[in-house]
T-cell receptor, first 114, second 115 residues
Framework: EAQVTQNPRYLITVTGKKLTVTCSQN?????MSWYRQDPGLGLRQIYY???????DKGDVPEGYKVSRKEKRNFPLILESPSPNQTSLYFC?????????????FGPGTRLTVT | DQQVKQNSPSLSVQEGRISILNCDYT??????FLWYKKYPAEGPTFLIS?????DKNEDGRFTVFLNKSAKHLSLHIVPSQPGDSAVYFC??????????????FGTGTRLTIIP
């Protein structure tokens, strides 16, 4: 089954404790992206990657890191989480950058930072 | 600065009637528009899209209308079914973002279909 998976689905952590949210897709998609969803703000892009080893900032990159060492994986790293990073996070992928605008989303990771 | 606006946070419609969800945008560079549907505890799923060279796109019960002069698009669902109850996000993209398929999302409208 074609899908984007994220782990964990739920996470409660404390300020400053490094964490990683994993994202994996099995569709051989080149483009991957991370979004956060906050009340009243919709979904906002954090980082994106057009291919292996090619990543760039989105609209709200502060406090986040990403890496793309393999095509299928695109982990989101919070080196020192803070309460303002409490949010619902979505990973997404699409077949080609600049071609397909239909992105496939993972199920989401709800993160709470206390 | 919210470039894509969905001014109705919620909408209730009787089963079998037409549901109309609205979306306004401010960025004249947007040239591709999409609607995503989201159920609780799931990620958004693509529903329908429209390019700025068209003013209407239809897919089964779903039709999207684009009025470029008014910077307005709408999603029509007819007839509405209970399974359509979900949050609907309007999203837009600009060709200038070639290579970064960044979607600018609205805040969503929660549609409830009343049996």
């Amino acid at each position: 089954e074609a899908q984007v998976t994220q782990n964990p689905r739920y996470l409660i952590t404390v300020t400053g404790k490094k964490l990683t949210v994993t994202c994996s897709q099995n569709m051989n998609h080149e483009y991957m992206s991370w979004y956060r969803q906050d009340p009243g703000l919709g979904l906002r892009q954090i980082y994106y990657s057009m291919n292996v080893e090619v990543t760039d900032k989105g609209d709200v990159p502060e406090g986040y890191k990403v890496s793309r060492k393999e095509k299928r994986n695109f982990p989101l790293i919070l080196e020192s989480p803070s309460p303002n990073q409490t949010s619902l996070y979505f990973c997404a992928s699409s077949l080609y950058p600049g071609n397909s605008y239909e992105q496939y989303f993972g199920p989401g990771t709800r993160l709470t930072v206390t | 600065d919210q470039q894509v606006k969905q001014n109705s946070p919620s909408l209730s419609v009787q089963e079998g009637r037409i549901s109309i969800l609205n979306c306004d945008y401010t960025n004249s560079m947007f040239d591709y528009f999409l609607w995503y549907k989201k159920y609780p505890a799931e990620g958004p799923t693509f529903l329908i899209s429209i390019s700025s060279i068209k003013d209407k796109n239809e897919d089964g019960r779903f039709t999207v209308f684009l009025n470029k002069s008014a910077k307005h698009l709408s999603l029509h669902i007819v007839p509405s079914q209970p399974g359509d109850s979900a949050v609907y996000f309007c999203a837009a993209s600009a060709q200038a973002n070639f290579g970064n398929e960044k979607l600018t999302f609205g805040t969503g409208t929660r549609l409830t279909i009343i049996p």
